[in-house]
């Protein structure tokens, strides 16, 4: 009588058995940047930056973490379960996109723009001239150092929005651990949009502007607290 040899399935258990007893974990693996921050300028924003953090405590200030993302119809499911007789694939073809910008503070308030063009320094000059008219207090925005953030018509606007209460604060190169808005987007991706979302592009730009906007009252993310080691 046909079958499996005694214990051909024992060895991966008992690896996998092995792996959790020295705490190690099965979970997805994670891109990370090629290049490493230079460890005194990141020092220095790091300190800088809980500075700020403790300034947005005492409420001198408001502080918000920016960023861009986009989401498109073919979907982000980077694995799933897969049963006898089923054919699971994503069919591979050009998707329409939504494209987003974003600022969310550590006590779930959120501002977000979503386009299907391209978010370029036009862009995000247009935006925070409209925001510059609207801060209440000091407000501070922490940004990446991609190209559309720094680049020659976002630095001359800072001018003018730093005379307004809008100022900007650019992050060490290499360093997005340190931007609380990555977590949104994979919060949105993973856990808030649904299969039935992705159905077509009316239906996911609807659910991703449903979604953020629900940030701060039917959804909330509990930030890991600001660490300066």
Request: with cysteine.
């Amino acid at each position: 009588m046909g079958g499996r040899p005694s214990g051909q399935n024992s060895e991966p258990r008992r690896f996998s058995s092995f792996f959790k007893s020295i705490g190690g974990r099965y979970k997805r693996i994670r891109r990370r940047c090629k290049g490493k921050p230079n460890a005194e300028l990141y020092q220095f924003k790091l300190e800088c930056l809980a500075e700020l953090e403790k300034l947005s405590e005492a409420g001198l200030i408001d502080l918000y973490f920016g960023d861009e993302s986009h989401v498109c119809t073919e979907g982000y499911v980077p694995y799933g379960w897969h049963f006898p007789g089923e054919d699971v694939f994503i069919p591979s073809e050009k998707g329409a996109k939504i494209n987003c910008f974003g600022m969310i503070s550590r006590g779930n308030e959120c501002r977000f723009w979503t386009t299907s063009e391209n978010i370029d320094a036009s862009f995000i000059c247009r935006e925070l001239d409209m925001l510059s008219f609207q801060v209440r207090k000091p407000t501070f925005l922490v940004l990446d150092n991609a190209r559309v953030h720094t680049c020659k018509v976002v630095q001359e606007r800072m001018v003018f929005w730093q005379e307004r209460g809008l100022f900007l604060f650019f992050l060490p190169p290499y360093s997005p651990e340190l931007n609380i808005s990555e977590t949104v987007w994979r919060k949105l991706k993973k856990e808030w949009l649904r299969p039935e979302d992705y159905a077509e592009p009316d239906a996911l730009f609807y659910a991703v502007n449903r979604c953020l906007a629900s940030i701060g009252r039917e959804l909330s993310i509990k930030f890991s607290p600001f660490n300066l080691n």
